[in-house]
């Protein structure tokens, strides 16, 4: 499960590139009840969201040219220079080079060999999101690759991941863990992506939520749309996926909830 007590290859941070950052941040103030706080006139409009005080997310305006609406995961590193070079070496592509943010940390953003943008966090002062696994917190983060099995082979040349493969409605499922930590670090999973799908690849992060189908409908209120109406899986809880008013996709659970 996710913690807050970060090691090497945890997801530790998780930002959203928007086309509209104000639209962004009222969407997700009226879904989730979070509360956008500026990272000051430096940042170049990138802000974090808080809930209780705590960050839970970031958000920033799209950068990069022909960038579309996404949440990015971060990846907890010990040497951002080092997973650079590992990406390159493993078939993926640099596409921000390791740089330092203030005196908060080291990032860097990368693809994966299958087409899916993800990044990296080297503490500093700031170690990662302050809280992960409650009610309107991240809580697990999943791949959707055309190629798995390629995809995965390059994430544990990266991270050193573990994977377990768990029978799924329909197919398989592959969970992922931290090196070593067994399902205790368990934090995310890859799916195939679908083809003809109309997602591209990505990963897509979940929030907790305390009842799936009520944030779903408030979400369309809000002028999102469904891409996965929600459902249940046992054992697991009731899931469903998302797009914000910005079309970047999410998704949502109620671990554990009825139907489950």
Known sequence: MLTTDYVPGAPNWLDLGA?????AVAFYGSLMGWHFESAG??????GFFTLDRRTVAAVGPLTEEGARPAWTPYFHTRDAEATARTVDQAGGTVRLAPFD?????????FTDPGGARFAVWQ????????????????????????DPATDLAFYRKVFGWDAEEMPFPGGTYTMLMTSGAGREGS??????LQEGHSTPPQWLPYFEVADCDA???????LGGSVLMP???????????????????????????????
């Open 19 to 23: 086309s509209d950052t104000e639209a």
């Open 41 to 46: 006139p430096e940042a170049g409009g990138y």
């Open 101 to 109: 943010v203030f005196e908060e940390g080291r990032m860097a953003q």
């Open 123 to 146: 503490p500093g002062r700031t170690a990662g999101l302050d809280a992960v696994n409650d009610p309107g917190t991240l809580c697990w983060t999943e791949l959707h690759s055309p």
């Open 187 to 192: 934090f995310g999973g890859v799916a195939q």
């Open 215 to 221: 944030v779903v409908a408030k979400g369309q209120d």
């Open 230 to 260: 929600a459902m249940s899986a046992e054992g697991i809880g009731r899931m469903a996926w998302l797009t914000d008013t910005v079309r970047a996709p999410f998704g949502v659970i109620a671990s554990g909830g009825p139907g489950a």
